[in-house]
């Protein structure tokens, strides 16, 4: 199989869909490689890095997609690489397109093939692909909501961790999932004082084990978060439905009863955002201001750490991309209905049950 991958060109993202290593490992299994020249340069990777492991480097996008069966990326494509699909091809990356229909029904008239690394489960219902970016953006929600604190960054002049005769920031993390309790890790290490609100009594007693009850647990209900926001400096939003529209669990006016200089991280954005008052940021221009408070919102949140997110990422989407290769896409998606899960898109038609759900 012929598979390729290009140079994001999304606002600061400097992630890449391949490492040199994966680029020898396929080039290994006699498939062929090709690689956007400067792809890896954000993260220290050179073409020479690549055509040592046995890839092609091609000058631009344009050739990469000629060349290509499958494109392996990382954030979703933007309109100009839209454009330059074609109905033969795959398209292996992330896609959340439940918030997103203009890419839908771009993707729609490719006439491609598209797999959504976020919504490929595993045996145990989980999703795999979109753990380790879930882990990542967790862990800089508790780090940029500390920083956005600060006098500095706009917020109320908040130390997280508090100091001896001074409390330590409120903080409330909205989903027991895997960013959530990430977010949970890093803010309970800085000292905060932390409430993890989840509708699940399993992942509530897991969050009470692993630590040891000094990181409280509610049951997510509307009148507990509203009773908790007059007291929260920071709220982070991390509930996923997979496949479909983030819920709106903070609304505009609830905004009146938080502190003036609170801070708001929305780690769900990516699937529209758990705030009604959220919109997409980027690293360049990462926050805004409603009613007194801060808003983080950047929808690739782990761009900012790409080089651990491209290794992380890199980890568990290779073998994805070496089965493609070694099966046929039809033929896998045919025998893993697990990596089926994944198949949001195919033959100008929206098959993802919960993603048709969320655009219709």
Do not use: W
Not at 302 to 321: D, E, K, N, R
């Amino acid at each position: 199989m012929r598979i390729g991958t290009v140079k994001e060109i999304k606002t600061r993202e400097f992630r890449v869909g391949l490492t040199p290593a994966g680029a020898h490992e396929l080039a290994a299994h006699g498939h062929e490689v090709f690689v956007e020249s400067g792809a890896g340069a954000g993260i220290g990777l050179s073409d020479a890095d690549y055509a040592q492991a046995g890839a092609k480097v091609l000058p631009n996008a344009a050739a990469v997609f000629e060349a290509s069966d499958l494109i392996v990326k990382v954030k979703e494509p933007q309109a100009v690489e839209i454009a330059m699909l074609r109905p033969d091809q795959t398209l292996f990356t992330y896609l959340h397109l439940a918030a997103d229909p203009e890419q839908a029904n771009g993707l729609i008239k490719s006439g491609a093939t598209a797999i959504a690394y976020e919504t490929i489960t595993d045996a145990n219902g989980h999703l795999p692909l979109l753990a380790p970016m879930s882990q990542v953006a967790g862990r800089m929600a508790a780090l940029v909501g500390a920083q956005y604190l600060l006098k500095p960054s706009g917020g109320r002049g908040l130390l997280m961790s508090g100091v001896p005769g001074v409390t330590p920031a409120r903080v409330a993390i909205l989903g027991a999932g895997v960013s959530g309790m990430h977010a949970a890790e890093i803010a309970h290490g800085m000292r905060a004082d932390v409430t993890v609100f989840d509708i699940s009594a399993d992942k509530m007693a897991v969050v009470d084990a692993q630590f040891g009850g000094e990181v409280r647990t509610v049951y997510s209900s509307r009148k507990a978060l509203l009773d908790f926001l007059p007291s929260a400096d920071l709220v982070i939003g991390c509930v996923l439905v997979t496949g479909a529209a983030a819920p709106k669990l903070i609304r505009r006016e609830d905004l009146k009863l938080m502190k003036t200089g609170a801070v708001l991280v929305d780690v769900a954005i990516d699937q529209g955002g758990c705030f009604e008052t959220s919109h997409p940021t980027t690293h360049d221009e990462p926050t805004f201001v409603i009613d007194g408070v801060i808003h983080y919102c950047v929808a690739n949140m782990p761009g900012a750490a790409p080089l651990t997110s491209t290794y992380a990422l890199a980890a568990v989407t290779l073998p994805y991309v070496l089965r493609m290769a070694e099966q046929g896409v039809e033929a896998y998606l045919a025998a893993d209905p697990h990596f089926a899960h994944g198949l949001n898109i195919a033959k100008g038609q929206i098959v993802h049950p919960a993603v048709k759900a969320a655009l219709s």
